[in-house]
Structure formats: structure tokens, C-alpha cells
């Protein structure tokens, strides 16, 4: 019995990713191809909350099983529902980074400033999760850890494009700063407020 209910688990998960792949790369093919495009809303217009595709899809699994008989009392969903806010925890300290990193900065710049943080949890050079990645020496304020008094819903946006995957920065590219390093510059973001200005190298490359 208990070999049933992973599989019919696993099967409606795998369901709700794909519906939720789908609408994505709808999406990315209605802004002509730009995955990390988004709407220009404000934040004051649209109330609804920020979530990330595997989100979407944990949410939809839980309630294919709550259809099905499954209370939320059960294993499998608790288990679901442990999983969304792992990924909420993710999506609020990548936010916090882009905040703290990029608050002011065009869209393009904020979302190259969350892809430098996911792409470090796939890198052998860096550790495997987002709460990590940022806890490391050097890198990263802890502030964004504990978070700040207001993180825009624009920032929340890029960090949502970046856990997705939808962005067009490259998986190589782990470094952001205000120097070059790494092997090569990918792009170098200029950033000029009128009373300040400055240039920000995204490169590629490996650690020290």
C-alpha cells in the first residue's frame, strides 16, 4: 500500500510540473522569446503573491491528492507542503540579495544579480543550497538571511525568473562584482542614478 501512495505521489507531482512547465514557456514564447520578460505592472496594481513554478506545482499536487482523499494530516502532503515553503525560504532570501544588491538597478541587472545566487547552488564550487550560498564568507551580507524592512515585489519577480530558470544568464556565470574575475565578462551592467554610477562585471568562470 504504502509503495501505491509514493507512486501515485510522484505521478501527480510529475503532473503538476508539467502543467506548470507548460505555462511557462507560454509565457516566455508570448514576450517573443524572452524568458526572464515580465509583465509592467506595479507592485500597487497586482496584490497577488509572488510564487516560483515549483511552487505552482506543489500546490496543484496537493490538491490533486486532497481530491483524491488525502487529508492534511497525511504524510504526503505534509510532505508537499514542507517542500513549498522550503522553496518560499529560497525565493525570499534570493529577493532579499537582489534588494540588497540591485534595488535600484534595471530589470535586466536584477535578474542577472539573482541568477549569480541560483547558479552557485549548481556549481561544484559553491554549496548546494540558496541559505548556504549566501551564509558564505565574503560573498554575501547575512542580512539578506534575516531580511530586510521592505524587499519590492520587482525584486521578488527577478528572484521568482531565476528559480524558475527562465532567465537568459548562463549557468556558468557565478560571479558578480564590481571588478573582473572569473575566465571571462558576460556582461558588464552600467548603472548611472544621476548621483551615482557604476559598473557591475558578470562573469563566468570557476572558484579561486
Known amino acids: ?10 505521478i501527480v507531482l510529475c503532473m503538476a510540473m508539467v502543467v506548470v512547465m507548460v505555462a511557462l514557456a507560454a509565457d516566455a514564447f508570448a514576450f517573443g522569446g524572452k524568458g526572464y520578460a515580465r509583465e509592467e505592472n506595479t507592485q ?9 513554478a515549483k511552487q505552482e506545482a506543489l500546490h496543484q499536487a496537493a490538491d490533486i491528492l486532497r481530491d483524491v482523499g488525502y487529508t492534511d494530516d497525511s504524510v504526503e502532503i505534509k510532505t508537499l507542503q514542507a517542500a513549498w515553503m522550503a522553496e518560499q525560504e529560497n525565493l525570499n532570501i534570493v529577493a532579499r540579495v537582489v534588494m540588497g544588491e540591485a534595488g535600484y538597478c534595471p530589470w535586466e541587472h536584477k535578474v542577472a544579480v539573482a541568477a549569480v545566487v541560483v547558479n552557485r547552488t549548481k556549481s561544484p564550487y559553491f554549496p ?9 564568507p565574503y560573498q554575501y551580507t547575512t542580512l539578506y538571511l534575516t531580511g530586510f524592512e521592505k524587499t519590492t515585489r520587482e525584486c521578488y519577480e527577478a ?10 544568464v548562463p549557468d556558468d556565470v557565478i560571479w558578480q562584482a564590481e571588478f573582473v574575475q572569473g575566465t571571462s565578462v558576460w556582461w558588464a551592467s552600467v548603472v548611472d542614478t544621476g548621483w551615482y554610477r557604476s559598473t557591475t562585471y558578470f562573469c563566468r568562470g570557476v572558484a579561486w
Open 159 to 168: 528572484a521568482k525568473v531565476a528559480l524558475d530558470g527562465t532567465d537568459d
Open 44 to 52: 500597487a496594481e497586482v496584490k497577488t503573491p509572488v510564487r516560483t
Open 128 to 136: 548546494s543550497t540558496v541559505r548556504e550560498v549566501v551564509a558564505q
Open 1 to 10: 500500500m504504502r509503495k501505491r501512495n509514493l507512486v501515485l505521489f510522484l
